[in-house]
């Protein structure tokens, strides 16, 4: 039977702690916050797993999994945690390392659903709800019957409207190429000083 080989280093866990501040390695696998998850049933790994699979650098597991695309962000992981590990941040930055590098997975429907609100940010300076709920149906369309009922009684209660709001839109995408900017640079900064780092090795910040 062949079987796969995973090349572990460091490397993922010292991105990790770099840009968000949390140390994966002080996870000791308890496992309170798999236990808790809503969607861990779900996925293909449960968080325990996930936080494992961070320490050892495998981007298949992590990167790469059904799992970061299902995490609602419900942060019960986090509140479950011993250690005080923000393990919801974790999946976040996951999900914000799959994205940089064109690694999200195309059969997950609302892996896209932060950059359609990212999108309706930039163009009309602040959120477009029709438009973003038009968006995130065109990738599943049979789920467009659940709105068929709820739309109009959230426009006849001043809910949503059917046309979108302008905020001011200069100032927005102003503040967002300073932050795209500041932010490309911290990444760079961070991706090359986690370089060639052995598994359990943060350097200093540890």
């Given at each position: 039977m062949e079987g796969t080989t995973a090349t572990l280093s460091g490397s993922l866990a010292?991105?990790?702690?770099?840009?968000?501040?949390?140390?994966?390695?002080?996870?000791?696998?308890?496992?309170?916050?798999?236990?808790g998850c809503?969607?861990?049933?779900?996925?293909?790994?449960?968080?325990?797993?996930?936080?494992r699979a961070v320490q050892l650098g495998d981007e298949?597991?992590?990167?790469?999994?059904?799992?970061i695309w299902l995490c609602t962000g419900c942060q019960t992981c986090t509140a479950r945690?011993?250690?005080?590990i923000d393990v919801a941040g974790v999946m976040d930055e996951l999900k914000i390392i799959a994205r940089e590098e064109g690694r999200v997975r195309t059969d997950m429907p609302f892996a896209n659903v932060l950059e359609f609100n990212y999108r309706s940010f930039r163009r009309w300076g602040r959120l477009y709800e029709v438009g973003f709920i038009a968006r995130t149906l065109l990738a599943r369309p049979k789920a467009a019957l659940e709105y068929l009922g709820l739309g109009?009684?959230?426009?006849?209660?001043?809910k949503i409207g059917?046309?979108?709001?302008?905020?001011d839109r200069a100032q927005m995408r102003r503040m967002m190429r300073a932050v795209e900017a500041a932010e490309k640079v911290r990444r760079a900064e961070a991706r090359k000083a986690a370089e060639g780092r052995p598994p359990g090795a943060l350097g200093g910040n540890a």
């Open positions: 010292a991105r990790v702690l770099s840009l968000t501040d949390i140390n994966p390695y002080r996870c000791y696998q308890c496992k309170k916050c798999s236990t809503p969607v861990a049933e779900f996925a293909d790994f449960h968080p325990a797993q996930i936080m298949s597991m992590t990167v790469d999994s059904r799992f945690c011993p250690q005080n109009p009684k959230m426009m006849r209660k001043g059917l046309f979108p709001g302008t905020g």
